[in-house]
C-alpha cells in the first residue's frame, strides 16, 4: 500500500492511484481462491457454533442459520466465484471472437448470419435471457454458467468484427494476399494477432461484471445450490434471515470488494489512455 | 438521416421474431420436466393423468408444431396460460408492467438528477475532494449488487431507524385505488387521496434510489467528461468575459452543450435499470414484470419465462431505438454507418 503514498514523481506515470487499489483488492481474492483453506479458521461447511450469533471474536462475521461461520464461507466463495467468471468469460470470448473474427474476415452471407444472431441476442435485457436460458436448463452452477456465456459472447463477436475489418484493410495483409498466403493463413498469421489486444482487455474488464450477474442468478436460486458457500446465494440466506444483518454482510462486501477492484481498474486504464477526462 | 431511420424501423419486425423464435427455443431445450410445476407428485404415476395434462398444455405435440401455434397465437396477443396463476401471461405481464415502468421511470429520475450534479460539480471542482468523492460514488454505484444493497438499506432505514416504509408500494393497511394507469402515483391522485399519493411516493423513493445509484455513477462520470472539455472552449471564457456569473455560465452556458450525450446515455441506461428492477423488486415485494420472471423462473413456469423475456426484449428493443434515433436528429454531425 506503501505506493499510495509516494510522491507523484516517485511513481510510474501509469500507476495511478485507482490501479493500485485495484490491483490490491483483486490481489486479495485471489490469493482466498487459492488458500481459503488456510486464511479460514474454520470449514465452509461444518456447523461450529451456535445458530444465528452476531459478530464476536470467536466467529468475526457471526454464525448463519445453520450455525457456519460466516467468515469462512465468505472466504471460500471465491473459490466458486472467480474460477466460474474466469471459466464463463474464456467461454465467451472463444465462442465470440471465433464467429467475429471469421464474420468480419469472410464478410457476405456469413458475416450477415452470425451479425444478425448477435443482434437478437443483444436484444434482450442481459439479466432476462440469462434467467430464462438458466431456467430452461435447471438449477446449478453449471447452466448458469452456460446461460452467462450465452449472453456474453456478442459482446466479443462485435469487438472482434470490428477489429478484423480494420486490420483487414492495412497494407501488410494485401502484401500477404498479394504474395499468394492462402484465406486461413493471411487471417491467422496477419491480420488476428493484431485483433487480440482490446478483446482482451475487454474481457479482464468484464470479469467483474460476470461475477454480479453470476451472484444474482445464484441470489434468485438458478445458479449454486445449497450448501455450496456461493456469495449470491450466501445473501439469499441472509434475505430469508433478514434481522440478522451479518448473515449477508460478509458476502456481500465481497462481491463489493471483488467488483470495485476490477472497476477500479478499468476507470484507471480509461484515465491513462482518454487523457481528454483527466 | 431519413435513409438510416428507415432501415433501423424495417429490421424491427425481424429482431422481434428473432426474439420470440430465441425465446421459444430456449425452452425446448429444458432438462427440467414442466410437467412437474401442472401435475402434483402423487398424480405423476398416474399415465391417464399424465397424457391429459400433455393434451391440455400441448405438450405432446412437436416442436415445429408448437412454434407455429405459439407465433400465431401470439399474433392475436395469446401469450399462453402460466402454469402457475393459471391466467393468460399476457394479462399478467401487462398487469405487471406498469409497477415496473414506475420503478424504472423513478430510477431513472433519481439517477439523473444525482448523476447530472454530481458530474457538474465534479467537472467544476476538478482533482479536488468533490471529484474524487463524486468517483467514488460512481464507482461503488456501478459495484453494489443491488440486491444486498436493498436488504441493507431496508434493514437500516426502515427497521433500525424506522424512518423510511418497508417493501410493497403502499402500507400494508392502505387499499389500492382503482387501477386506471398502474402507476401507484398517478392513480391516488385520479382517485383524489393525497395521503395516499404521498404513501407511495415514500415507498418508491428506496427501491428508486437502489436501481438508480448505478446509472447515476454512469450519468456522472459521462457529464464530467463533457463538461471538463466544454468548460476549456472558448465561449465560455467570452462568457466570462462579459461578466455572467459562475452559475450561469456553468448551467446555461457548459451545461446545455452536454445535453446530446447526456440524454443518450440515460436512454441507454434503460438497458441496465430493466436488468437490475429484476433483483430490486424482488427484494421490495414490487409486483412487477422482475418479480413475475423470478417466480415463473424458480417454478418452471414456462410460458411466463417466454412471454415475460419477449415482453422484456421488445420493450429494451424499441427504447433502444428511441435513443439511437434521438441521438441521430439531435447530433446530424454523426456518421452513420
Redesign the interface.
Known amino acids: 500500500m506503501s505506493v499510495l503514498f509516494l510522491s507523484r514523481s516517485a511513481r510510474p506515470r501509469w500507476l495511478t492511484p485507482p490501479l493500485i487499489v485495484g490491483a490490491v483488492l483483486i490481489l486479495f481474492w485471489l490469493v482466498a481462491t487459492v488458500a481459503a483453506p488456510w486464511m479460514s479458521a474454520h470449514a465452509p461447511l461444518d456447523m461450529v457454533g451456535r445458530r444465528l450469533q452476531p459478530p464476536s471474536w470467536d466467529h468475526l462475521l457471526g454464525t448463519d442459520a445453520l450455525g457456519r461461520d460466516v467468515l469462512s464461507r465468505t472466504l471460500h466463495g471465491a473459490r466458486h466465484s472467480i474460477p466460474i467468471a474466469v471459466t464463463v468469460v474464456a467461454f465467451a470470448v472463444a465462442i465470440g471472437a471465433s464467429l467475429g473474427a471469421v464474420a468480419g474476415f469472410v464478410g457476405g452471407f456469413v458475416d450477415t448470419v452470425i451479425m444478425?444472431m448477435v443482434?437478437?441476442?443483444l436484444?434482450?435485457?442481459?439479466?432476462?435471457?440469462a434467467?430464462?436460458?438458466?431456467?430452461?436448463?435447471?438449477p446449478g452452477l453449471e447452466n448458469a454458467a452456460i446461460a452467462m456465456v450465452i449472453v456474453w459472447w456478442p459482446v466479443y463477436a462485435r469487438l472482434m468484427r470490428a477489429q478484423v475489418l480494420e486490420v483487414r484493410e492495412r497494407e501488410h495483409v494485401e502484401a500477404a494476399i498479394a504474395s499468394g498466403a492462402t484465406q486461413g493463413r493471411v487471417l491467422g498469421k496477419h491480420v488476428l494477432p493484431l485483433c487480440w489486444t482490446p478483446v482482451l482487455i475487454s474481457a479482464t474488464m468484464d470479469l467483474?461484471q460476470v461475477i454480479?450477474l453470476a451472484?444474482?442468478l445464484s441470489?434468485?436460486?438458478?445458479g449454486a445450490t445449497p450448501p455450496t458457500p456461493e456469495w449470491?446465494s450466501m445473501?439469499s440466506d441472509?434475505?430469508s434471515q433478514?434481522?440478522s444483518?451479518w448473515v449477508?454482510l460478509g458476502?456481500?462486501l465481497a462481491?463489493?470488494t471483488i467488483?470495485?477492484g476490477f472497476?477500479?481498474i478499468g476507470?484507471g486504464l480509461h484515465d491513462y489512455f482518454d487523457p481528454?477526462?483527466r | 438521416m431519413t435513409r438510416y431511420i428507415l432501415r433501423r424501423l424495417i429490421a424491427m419486425p425481424f429482431l422481434v421474431l428473432g426474439i420470440v423464435t430465441l425465446a421459444f427455443l430456449l425452452t425446448s431445450v429444458t432438462k427440467g420436466d414442466p410437467l412437474t410445476a401442472i401435475v402434483s407428485d402423487r398424480q405423476m404415476n398416474n399415465p391417464e393423468v399424465v397424457a391429459a395434462a400433455k393434451a391440455r398444455w400441448g405438450l405432446d405435440r412437436s416442436l415445429p408444431e408448437r412454434y407455429v401455434i405459439y407465433v400465431g397465437n401470439l399474433l392475436s396477443g395469446d401469450m399462453g396460460t402460466s402454469f402457475i396463476t393459471r391466467r393468460p401471461v399476457a394479462q399478467d405481464v401487462l398487469y405487471r408492467l406498469p409497477a415496473t415502468m414506475e420503478l424504472v421511470v423513478a430510477a431513472m429520475i433519481v439517477g439523473a438528477t444525482i448523476g447530472i450534479s454530481l458530474g457538474v460539480l465534479a467537472a467544476y471542482f476538478r482533482n479536488t475532494a468533490i471529484d474524487h468523492g463524486a468517483r467514488l460514488f460512481a464507482l461503488f454505484g456501478s459495484s453494489i449488487p443491488v440486491f444486498w444493497l436493498g436488504l441493507a438499506l431496508l434493514y437500516v432505514f426502515s427497521v433500525q431507524w424506522g424512518i423510511l416504509p418497508g417493501p410493497g408500494r403502499l402500507d400494508a393497511r392502505a387499499t389500492a385505488p382503482p387501477m386506471v394507469t398502474g402507476f401507484m402515483t398517478i392513480d391516488t391522485l385520479f382517485a383524489g387521496d393525497f395521503r395516499l399519493f404521498l404513501d407511495a411516493l415514500w415507498h418508491l423513493l428506496l427501491p428508486a434510489f437502489v436501481l438508480g445509484w448505478a446509472v447515476a455513477g454512469t450519468i456522472s462520470r459521462l457529464v464530467r467528461a463533457n463538461m471538463v472539455e466544454v468548460l476549456s472552449r472558448e465561449f465560455i471564457l467570452t462568457a466570462r468575459a462579459k461578466g455572467a456569473g459562475e452559475f450561469r455560465v456553468v448551467i446555461r452556458h457548459a451545461l446545455r452543450n452536454t445535453l446530446v450525450p447526456t440524454l443518450t446515455v440515460i436512454g441507454y441506461s434503460f438497458a441496465y435499470l430493466l436488468t437490475g428492477a429484476v433483483l430490486t423488486e424482488t427484494i421490495f415485494s414490487w409486483p412487477g414484470m422482475g418479480s413475475y420472471a423470478v417466480e415463473a423462473a424458480r417454478g418452471l413456469d414456462f410460458p411466463a419465462i417466454i412471454g415475460v423475456t419477449i415482453v422484456g426484449g421488445i420493450v429494451f428493443l424499441f427504447t433502444n431505438l428511441l435513443t439511437d434515433v434521438a441521438y441521430v436528429v439531435a447530433n446530424p454531425r454523426v456518421r452513420l454507418g
Not at chain 1, 123 to 129: A, D, E, G, K, Y
Not at chain 1, 131 to 138: D, E, N, P, T
Open positions: 444478425r443482434d437478437v441476442t436484444s434482450f435485457p442481459p439479466m432476462l435471457l434467467m430464462a436460458v438458466a431456467a430452461s436448463l435447471g467483474g454480479l451472484a444474482s441470489f434468485i436460486g438458478l449470491g445473501i441472509g434475505a433478514f434481522y444483518w449477508a458476502p456481500g462481491i463489493l467488483v470495485l472497476n477500479f476507470d481528454r477526462s
